[in-house]
């Protein structure tokens, strides 16, 4: 029987290395020193619209990959954005839960075809519930709600849609968990070990957002902005154990 990216369980490392940069050369460099301290690495928009396909390929990352482009866009489009996708090998990848059910269930059956196509394992589709950039202020400027009943109500809307993963911030886990239980996959930025300072509104520490219920972390400055990129993402796994 094939093997789904979503079936697998809680890795041993949950730690999600966000590599934000448009240079290769410090991309690579940060996949040089803790490529083997990381579950994953994450590359996102700044890298790959410089990059591209053929930029992620160059790297020739010694571990597995999220894409994070959090694609967005009617199901058509979508569809053959995963298409391409695909050829990085990613293990994630990220659409918009906001895109609405039609476009997160094309998302979710064209990964598993373009995997038999490729006779590949298929990637684990994240639908992005709302950014942990985003405050209560912010969302009621989009014309959202309270945050945490717009989260439930777009985990819903992906999960009814054949979404097997999601990304929250550390402060929906909690909910998202009492409503829909275990086997929905919940990868969570907004890693912090204490709120302010940033862009990132909704955070919690790594361990508070482990005991909450998350499956994977991801991580981005506090790793890759720190002196000394390594001995933070030991300190955070080290705080893990
Ligand atoms: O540097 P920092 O730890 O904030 O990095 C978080 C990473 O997670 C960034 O690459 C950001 O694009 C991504 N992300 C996020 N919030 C989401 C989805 C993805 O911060 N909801």
């Not at 979404?163 to 990868?187: Q, W």
């Amino acid at each position: 029987m094939r093997e789904y990216l979503h079936t697998i369980p809680m890795p041993h490392n949950p730690f999600i290395i966000a590599l934000d940069s448009n240079d290769p050369a410090t991309v690579k460099s940060w996949v040089n020193s803790f490529a083997h301290e990381a579950g994953l690495v994450k590359l996102g928009l700044e890298f790959f619209t410089m990059h591209g396909i053929a930029g992620v390929q160059k790297l020739e990352l010694p571990c597995g990959l999220f894409l994070d482009l959090k694609f967005h866009d009617i199901p058509n489009t979508v569809k053959g954005a995963i298409r391409s996708a695909m050829a990085t090998g990613c293990e994630m990848l990220t659409i918009h839960a906001s895109g609405g059910h039609s476009m997160c269930k094309a998302a979710a059956e064209t990964a598993m075809e373009e995997a038999d196509k490729r006779n590949t394992k298929a990637p684990l589709v994240l639908a992005v519930t709302l950014l942990t950039s985003l405050s209560q202020q912010e969302a009621t400027q989009i014309g959202y709600g309270n945050i945490e009943t717009q989260v439930l109500k777009l985990a819903e809307l992906a999960i009814g849609a054949g979404i097997k993963g999601l990304v929250c911030s550390p402060l929906e886990i909690a909910p998202i968990r009492a409503r829909f239980g275990h086997d929905v996959k919940l990868v969570v930025p907004g890693i912090r070990a204490q709120s302010g300072g940033d862009d990132q509104t909704r955070t919690l520490s790594a361990a508070e957002a482990v005991k909450a219920g998350a499956d994977y972390l991801v991580v981005g400055r506090p790793v890759t902005q720190a002196q000394n990129p390594l001995e933070a993402l030991k300190t955070l796994r080290h705080a893990l154990s």
